[in-house]
């Protein structure tokens, strides 16, 4: 009986420890991207530099020089021109679309309002939850959906706390086309997210990064030549603008590094709900910075966040799918022949547990992922 006792605070302890680090480390991804947000105010507002395509680019180089060239010197089946040849146009497109994604989003602020880019952009947690459950077979439990709901009821308190104050920052005369520009930009955060989760799970984090890096920066440059180079031109440059935009490559290759980490030992869908709080986060440093109006709705707005974080990282999700299916489909690259599943339990990822749907065995496999 003791001993069954101190098994069970044991668990306790683990769990609790687990769950404030899931939270911790998904407010470290909101405070990066808080810094970004700032960064980017002081470029367009202070110093008349508007030029997304040209910060993106910067980042996509940091990429190439780090994970990309690491690639390229690595041995064997993780070596750059092997994965090009096993799988190039699929990293192609997900360059394309992660470019587009933040291209969307940054160039809808010139035609709708602050608020409806927060209240849009949340768009892309039923995508993500939507693509998990389609694609990586992802299932989750009546208390991922309360976590869910009370993370975007967090998001409508603090929008109608933007409105209540006239925080209509960005309002244009065509709202309905930057509605639909966030709508899309949202649309493919979601679809790169997923991928994303699928990749750093599966293959490896440094190739993520490191092809992203490799057609991001060539995408990313053909774009900039094509529709940025004469907004580049105009910005005058001092060792200010020098040391913002320094600072947002710094932030924003921190937080494309960091992310697959966190996405690693949660999920995409986890990370996305982390990050409802970054616009919080904007706002209390606004507060100081840009003598920013203050509501109690925004502190109700990020406990209501952060309660509805705690709710969806309190259990694990679990993947509906033979084991045996799931390892064909994700060595089918490899080709490799198939091996009978031992029936011993197999560490393989954390957070997500695997079942099977096989009618000869009506065991499940307690099979947590590494």
């Not at 769990?15 to 105010?41: E, F, M, N, P």
């Not at 190039?88 to 409806?116: F, P």
């Not at 995409?268 to 109006?293: E, I, M, P, Q, R």
Request: hydrophobic content about 50%.
């Amino acid at each position: 009986m003791l001993s069954d006792k101190t098994d069970f605070l044991s668990m306790c302890a683990v769990l609790h420890r687990d769950l404030l680090v899931t939270l911790a480390l998904g407010q470290v991804l909101s405070l990066l991207i808080c810094a970004l947000g700032l960064t980017s105010k002081y470029l367009a507002n202070d110093f008349h530099a508007n030029t997304p395509i040209f910060q993106s680019f910067l980042n996509y180089i940091l990429l190439f020089l780090v994970y990309t060239t690491t690639l390229a010197v690595k041995q064997g089946e993780g070596n750059l021109l092997a994965i090009l040849m096993q799988r190039w146009w699929k990293y192609m497109i997900l360059g394309v679309i992660d470019i587009e994604a933040n291209y969307l989003v940054l160039r809808a602020y010139q035609y709708t309002t602050l608020s409806s880019i927060q209240l849009l952009d949340c768009f892309v947690i039923p995508v993500v939850l939507l693509l998990s459950w389609f694609f990586l077979l992802v299932r989750y439990k009546t208390v991922h959906f309360v976590g869910t709901g009370l993370c975007l009821l967090g998001i409508g308190c603090m929008v109608g706390a933007d409105i209540l104050l006239g925080r209509q920052q960005g309002l244009g005369e065509q709202k309905l086309f930057g509605n639909l520009l966030v709508l899309g930009g949202a649309m493919l955060y979601g679809i790169s997210n997923v991928c994303e989760e699928f990749i750093v799970k599966n293959l490896s984090r440094v190739e993520f990064l490191g092809m992203l890096g490799l057609f991001g920066s060539f995408f990313s440059g053909i774009q900039l030549a094509i529709m940025e180079h004469k907004e580049l031109l105009r910005v005058s440059w001092n060792w200010q603008i020098g040391l913002l935009y320094v600072g947002f490559s710094a932030f924003m290759f921190g937080l494309y590094s960091f992310m697959p980490v966190v996405m690693k030992r949660t999920s995409a869908t986890s990370v996305n709900l982390s990050l409802l709080t970054a616009d919080l986060y904007s706002l209390f440093c606004g507060l100081f910075l840009f003598h920013y109006k203050f509501s109690g709705l925004y502190l109700l707005s990020f406990f209501i966040i952060i309660l509805g974080l705690v709710f969806y990282s309190s259990s694990s999700t679990y993947v509906v799918q033979d084991p045996r299916v799931y390892k064909q489909f994700r060595n089918k690259d490899n080709q490799t022949p198939y091996e009978p599943p031992p029936l011993c339990p197999r560490v393989l990822e954390p957070s997500v547990i695997y079942t099977t749907l096989s009618p000869e065995q009506g065991d499940e496999f307690p099979v947590q992922v590494a």
